[in-house]
């Protein structure tokens, strides 16, 4: 699904040395992959998934889509890239305060350039269990669905691929089980998701782990399935 | 985005800043409120001033008032200079002339029974009901030989029969304008409020003869009016009679007049230029109301930028394009602009229609007024959104969602 070949970012700055945030990266990740990037802060790992995300774009190197060089789209194509294969999950959540759940959830289907199916965003909502909370304000909701809210408005668009942001950085313990659950079952389903966290029980929950370190891939280690299976079997 | 989908998406927005949104509303709806007024006014006053112009000259004619220059307001320099005499000396040198009026005018109380009103009395000739346009409704206008007797002869307006005599049949009674016993033998036709809004219903007409005699006790008059027999002479015969007139007073060449001559053209010119005052200048002062409003809505719709930069970087990340971005901003500034501006034409509106009612200018509300200032509105909403929007629209959403 995802090719990245020696990925580029380089910060130049007038009056200090240039900043290499990322020092050639390649990777693939393929479709139905659950991915936590891991890494200090600074290491260059949301940089990485920014570049994914197509919100950044890299200094060198090529970035293919589904065999589509995403990196060379003008910004309105990437934009409408992002809108039908993406899905974005913040840490900070990133709902418009004085919006409902449900108006939340259905802003991407506003840059859609089809008619949505009605009723996607009920829908989406109802998959992360916030069916009777569709008229709530953010404001009314505890953090846990503030961030179920999030995710409903990441996956209203059936996206390929779910990208998270330290999705449970503002989360008590709790709720983050909950958040990693709801991405353990929505992989299970065969979504693509990526997770970016310096939090190495969270990355626990992936099944395979990438870390970043000065800008280069560190590790790259795909764990055992059957532990994971059996990690299921036992709850 | 589609045109609905930004529609309803910039009325949320709207919502979702009540305060913002009330505060560009109102600077709009002020200026819009303005505009519509003193359009609908200025319409208004513009038609009264033909009308009035059009009452006073009739289709040709000159009116001749005692004392040099000063029209509006000042003294007049011998003002009382002006007779019966003069004018009918001037009527006799200028063919033109087919009819004349002389007018004296004096302010009274006028008594009957127990009722008491203010009025203007106007002391006038047989012919005033020919030369002035002005006949009775009821009754009988006086005739040469009540002019010839100083009868004390009167023709009360509508206002004062409802005063005096409260709506009842006034022909034959007698009044007391001021100590002078009257009988009502007419009653002038209806005329309404004139420029000044006077109302020049609440009049009594007299014979001049005796209202210079009994009432006032003078020998000159204040206002002739004559009749020229063709528009195409006026300018003319208007030349003609201010030579007559001038050498009746024996005015030296130099000497300035001691009377001054109206024509309807000049009148027209001078109401003219006070009309630009009114449908010039006072629409442009809220044109420029609408301007401070539009960049009072500019600065409020840059803060709104800055305060919403997270919003922009997500709606980026799901999918929107910068021009997407600088739509929503555009619109949301053009939207609110719109809706005070709505606002402000109701306001206006209102407040027009009561002014006009006041001032007996008839109907002034103009579809046309209200379109140029939904139109100015939406423009000034558009043009005060463009550069917060392209701010907006430039934010890369990596530092948007910084």
Do not use: C
Not at chain 2, 207 to 234: F, G, H, Y
Not at chain 2, 328 to 334: C, D, G, L, M
């Amino acid at each position: 699904m995802i090719e990245l070949e020696d990925i580029e970012k380089t910060y130049t700055r007038p009056d200090a040395a240039p900043v290499h945030a990322l020092a050639g990266v390649s990777l693939r990740i393929a479709g139905g992959e659950f991915v936590a990037i891991i890494g200090t802060s600074g290491s260059g790992k949301s940089t990485l998934m920014n570049i994914v995300g197509t919100l950044d774009q890299p200094t060198a190197g090529r970035y293919r889509f589904e065999r589509t060089d995403v990196a060379g789209l003008d910004v309105a194509a990437q934009a409408r890239f992002r809108n039908r294969h993406l899905g974005f999950v913040f840490q900070a959540f990133h709902l418009l305060p004085r919006a409902s759940a449900l108006e939340n959830v259905e802003l991407p289907l506003l840059y859609t350039r089809d008619e949505p199916p009605a009723g996607a965003g009920r829908r989406a909502l109802e998959a992360v269990g916030l069916a009777d909370r569709l008229h709530h304000k953010p404001t009314e909701l505890s953090g846990g669905q503030q961030q179920r809210v999030a995710i409903a408005r990441a996956l209203v668009n059936e996206p390929e691929l779910l990208l998270a942001d330290e999705p449970t950085g503002n989360l008590d313990p709790g709720s983050a089980d909950d958040i990693l659950d709801l991405f353990e079952a929505l992989n299970r389903d065969g979504r693509t998701i990526v997770l970016v966290t310096h939090d190495q029980r969270v990355a626990a929950r992936a099944r395979r782990v990438i870390r970043i370190d000065a800008g280069r891939v560190a590790s790259d280690e795909v764990r055992d399935v059957a532990r994971t299976a059996g990690r299921e079997e036992n709850r | 985005m589609n045109a609905s989908h930004l529609l309803r998406d910039s009325l949320r927005s709207l919502g979702r800043h009540r305060l913002r949104s009330t505060s560009i509303m109102l600077g709009s709806l002020v200026g819009v409120a303005a505009l519509t007024f003193v359009l609908d006014i200025g319409q208004g006053i513009r038609r009264k001033i033909l009308l009035t112009v059009q009452q006073i000259f009739g289709d040709s004619s000159v009116v001749v008032v005692a004392g040099g220059m000063q029209l509006v307001d000042g003294p007049r320099p011998d003002a009382a200079r002006l007779t019966i005499d003069d004018i009918a000396a001037a009527a006799a040198a200028v063919p033109a002339v087919v009819a004349w009026d002389p007018q004296q005018v004096q302010i009274a109380s006028v008594r009957r029974a127990g009722n008491t009103a203010t009025a203007r009395v106007l002391g006038q000739s047989e012919r005033a009901e020919k030369v002035w346009a002005r006949t009775v409704s009821r009754g009988r206008f006086f005739d040469a030989s009540d002019v010839q007797r100083r009868e004390r002869v009167a023709l009360v307006g509508e206002t004062l029969v409802r005063d005096l005599f409260g709506g009842a049949d006034p022909l034959g009674a007698e009044i007391m304008v001021d100590a002078v016993p009257f009988t009502v033998v007419g009653v002038l036709e209806r005329f309404g409020t004139d420029l000044h809004g006077m109302d020049r219903d609440n009049e009594i007409v007299v014979p001049v003869s005796t209202l210079m005699r009994r009432l006032a006790n003078v020998d000159t008059i204040s206002v002739a009016k004559l009749l020229i027999a063709d528009p195409a002479q006026n300018a003319t015969a208007a030349a003609q009679i201010r030579e007559a007139l001038r050498s009746r007073h024996a005015l030296l060449q130099g000497q300035p007049d001691d009377f001054t001559l109206l024509t309807p053209t000049e009148v027209r010119q001078l109401l003219g230029k006070m009309q630009r005052i009114v449908t010039l200048y006072l629409p442009l002062a809220s044109v420029v109301v609408l301007l401070v409003a539009g960049l009072i809505a500019a600065t409020l719709m840059a803060g709104a930028v800055n305060a919403r930069v997270a919003e922009i970087g997500v709606r980026r990340a799901i999918g929107a394009r910068p021009a997407d971005i600088a739509r929503q901003f555009v619109a949301e500034s053009a939207f609110t602009m719109l809706g005070g501006g709505l606002l402000g034409i109701l306001l206006g509106s209102a407040a027009a229609q009561l002014v006009a009612r006041r001032l007996d200018l008839g109907a002034v509300l103009s579809l046309r007024v209200a379109l140029i200032g939904l139109a100015l509105a939406l423009i000034t909403g558009l043009l005060a959104g463009v550069v917060p929007a392209l701010r907006a629209a430039r934010l890369r959403p990596v530092d948007a969602l910084r």
